[in-house]
């Protein structure tokens, strides 16, 4: 281990891997959120597991809509396992060493499914759009082909744009400290450690934000505009509370991804003297939204109660 390094043979070594410390201040009592995180890491896989269960079983589920439901699910269980595994085996193993070259795919995959994440969610705004305010043509613009069309660029956008942050991260030299004060390999908590300049590493975790997940937060943000505008010239009520129904359950959810990422970078400035609140938020924010995503949707979406009573086998009717 290199932790104690001194000054003078600082520049002769490059750590060849990290401590992930866990949550700083509470490292004596931290496996005790072991059983909250694996309860929530297995609520996660169940509930989009048999979110796609539904969706593949129930014909009449096969819609765009749906789709993208499907596919929300893949990233958020994809996240989550991305993360989950590792963190438990910190608390429960203390197998806190991880290689430099593991830490950088942690990093690399963890952005592509947040920003993954942000990207369905413009998808779905847009598919919400054009269901509400261009219902006629709707079935020929939002189709099965848009659904691909639509997911494979959000993949290549978000792949190839992430590249960087580990790229960068890893061109960075780590030659005395190799103790992370995080439970997963956060872009500014790697680099903090390193020994030489990281302006360069920060500009680009800032433009990565402000203009893939500035931009998606803007696209939605002008979608349900367009929306709320369409459904306050309805005339009948009972037909503005049945399109804007349709819209809570993807409001709900965007409103807790992107108020925990605001919240996050805001803690971030206030890590020194509470460096517990910005990890503890990162990690709650790679594993809440998979859980909570699946249940916003069965509670507030009447075809997917449905399914999912009938995937149960209970004969329940739903209002």
């Known amino acids: 281990m290199f932790q104690d390094l001194t000054h003078s043979n600082i520049s002769k070594f490059q750590v060849s891997e990290f401590i992930l410390m866990g949550f700083p201040g509470i490292h004596t009592w931290q496996h005790w959120l072991s059983l909250p995180l694996a309860l929530l890491y297995l609520l996660a896989l169940t509930a989009n597991i048999l979110i796609l269960i539904i969706i593949n079983q129930e014909a009449t589920l096969h819609q765009p809509m749906y789709h993208f439901l499907g596919i929300l699910a893949?990233?958020?269980?994809?996240?989550?396992?991305?993360?989950?595994?590792?963190?438990?085996?910190?608390?429960?193993?203390?197998?806190?060493?991880?290689?430099?070259?593991?830490c950088f795919a942690q990093m690399y995959v963890i952005h592509c499914f947040v920003v993954m994440e942000s990207g369905i969610f413009v998808c779905m705004a847009i598919d919400r759009y054009v269901a509400i305010c261009k219902p006629l043509r709707y079935p020929a613009i939002v189709t099965d082909s848009f659904v691909v069309k639509a997911t494979v660029f959000m993949a290549l956008r978000n792949s190839l744009a992430t590249i960087p942050v580990p790229v960068l991260a890893a061109q960075r030299h780590y030659c005395s400290q190799n103790q992370i004060e995080h439970c997963l390999c956060s872009n500014l908590g790697v680099t903090s450690l390193s020994c030489d300049d990281r302006t360069i590493n920060s500009i680009y975790q800032l433009l990565l934000a402000w203009t893939l997940m500035g931009s998606d937060l803007a696209l939605i943000f002008l979608s349900y505009v367009l929306i709320l505008h369409s459904v306050l010239k309805l005339n009948s009520a009972e037909a503005a509370s049945k399109a804007l129904s349709t819209c809570t359950s993807h409001l709900i959810l965007i409103l807790f991804f992107y108020t925990v990422i605001v919240v996050i970078s805001i803690t971030h400035s206030a890590a020194i003297t509470l460096p517990l609140v910005p990890v503890l938020l990162n990690v709650l924010h790679n594993v809440i939204p998979p859980a909570l995503n699946p249940i916003v949707y069965a509670l507030k979406n009447k075809e997917l109660r449905h399914g999912l009573y009938k995937a149960l086998k209970l004969n329940i009717k739903s209002n």
């Not at 958020?76 to 085996?89: E, N, R, S, V």
């Not at 197998?95 to 070259?101: G, T």
Request: charged letters at 15%; a neutral charge.
């Open 74 to 102: 893949v990233v958020d269980m994809g996240l989550a396992t991305t993360i989950m595994p590792k963190i438990l085996a910190i608390l429960w193993f203390s197998a806190k060493a991880i290689s430099l070259p593991e």
